[in-house]
């Protein structure tokens, strides 16, 4: 029964985060202390102490931090974990058998089904008689195994096997979604990318090229801008960078709009210097000011104006990108942020709500005002603390 009390608490750890768990076991004397209060409690803490390292992934360091408190759950001598083609890690008593610990799962990991083995020692202080082995697995596709070892594989130590396994699975399972959101960004920002770049570049290298006889310090220093905006888009590190780099890319990005426009394009900037350090998605505004001069300057005669604002609203960063250019619908516009129709001359601008949305959840994604012929304001809300969210 030892092993049923932290079986029961540990079907119910799935997405519970270890700074809720720590506060549970700082509470357990007001709680109660009665031997399975403590018990539960206990189990709570262990299980919050290996869940950290498996959010990483079935690897050979996360395996090894984990593997002495999932030993703990479980009561056994020694506990082995394995991916599909080796062993990870061996803990506890018995270390000799470490060797042999993937051939003892060899059965598991090809028809995923639990077993219970016998172990052959020749030492007789050796508690390694028994094995109970489980298949741990993500999609429904075996991708490792768990053995514990003892004296003996006891119903309650086979019931305990396959509940912690589960929970296991559960957080391998956060570990591939954590995976694939992180796959997701990567491509969603490699897609604004290729989006900006093919226009952007090509205008760019014309403008300069256009003042290297008449004005060659000019074509210097907007080379120069250039450089620099360049490889702060096509940077290969860090979801995340803070507000002030973003406007400053988004500076150098208008310095050479305005070389290609002249004083055809006229931008005001009212930003609140204490949101600058805030953390925002990379790449989430210079696309919206791209749009704003694409639609707000190209397609128009005469004087295209923007306006770019940043300001401090409490808890949250308040960002605005408005143009008064031709618009657009706004059935298409709901259209194109649903996904159901490609924009023409846009960009990213369904990109970027869905990254916000990803990031800070549904509330957070981009409100627009336009109209035909209203011009567009892009409104952006985003809480200047959150978690998972950082400048690094």
């Known amino acids: 029964m030892e092993y049923l009390v932290g079986v029961a608490v540990v079907a119910v750890l799935v997405g519970v985060p270890s700074i809720v768990l720590w506060r549970v ?58 991916d599909g083609e080796r062993l990870l890690v061996y803990d506890g008593a018995g270390d000799h058998h470490a060797g042999q610990a993937f051939e003892h799962v060899a059965a598991t990991l090809k028809d995923g089904r639990i077993q219970v ?134 500076d150098r990005y208008l310095i050479l709009e305005r070389a290609r426009f002249g004083d055809q394009l006229q931008v005001t900037l009212r930003i609140a210097p204490e949101v600058l350090p805030v953390a925002v998605p990379f790449l989430c505004l210079q696309p919206l000011v791209e749009n704003a001069v694409r639609h707000g300057l190209e397609s128009r005669n005469g004087v295209g104006r ?29 259209r194109i942020l649903a996904g159901e129709v490609a924009p023409t001359g846009g960009v990213g601008l369904a990109n970027v709500d869905e990254r916000l949305r990803q990031v800070y959840g549904d509330e957070y994604g981009l409100v627009v005002e336009t109209g035909t012929g209203a011009g567009t304001k892009v409104n952006i809300r985003l809480p200047k603390y959150h978690p998972g969210v950082s400048a690094r």
């Open 117 to 250: 083995l016998a172990i052959d020692c020749d030492l007789l202080e050796c508690p390694i008689r028994q094995a109970v082995v489980v298949p741990l697995s993500t999609d429904d596709r075996v991708v490792g195994a768990m053995a514990a070892y003892g004296q003996n594989a006891s119903a309650g130590l086979v019931r305990a096997a396959q509940e912690v396994a589960g929970w296991v699975d559960s957080q391998l399972e956060l570990a591939e979604l954590d995976r694939s959101r992180t796959l997701l960004m990567e491509a969603e920002v490699r897609a604004l990318r290729a989006q900006i770049s093919p226009h952007f570049i090509y205008n760019s290298l014309t403008t300069i090229a256009s003042f290297v006889r008449t004005d060659p310090e000019r074509a210097r220093e907007l080379l120069l801008e250039f450089a620099d905006f360049t490889r702060y888009s096509f940077r290969r590190h860090g979801e995340f960078t803070t507000l002030a780099e973003e406007l400053r890319s988004i």
């Open 25 to 82: 076991m700082r509470g357990r004397r007001e709680l109660g202390t009665s031997p399975a209060e403590r018990a539960t409690f206990e189990t709570l803490h262990t299980a919050s102490l290996a869940g950290p390292p498996l959010r990483s992934g079935l690897t050979a360091d996360g395996a090894e931090r984990a593997s002495r408190h999932l030993r703990a759950l479980l009561g056994s001598a020694a506990l082995a974990i394995t």
């Open 306 to 334: 923007i306006t770019i604002i940043a300001e401090d609203a409490g808890a949250e960063c308040r960002i605005t990108v408005e143009d008064d250019g031709l618009g657009m619908d706004p059935e298409r516009l709901r």
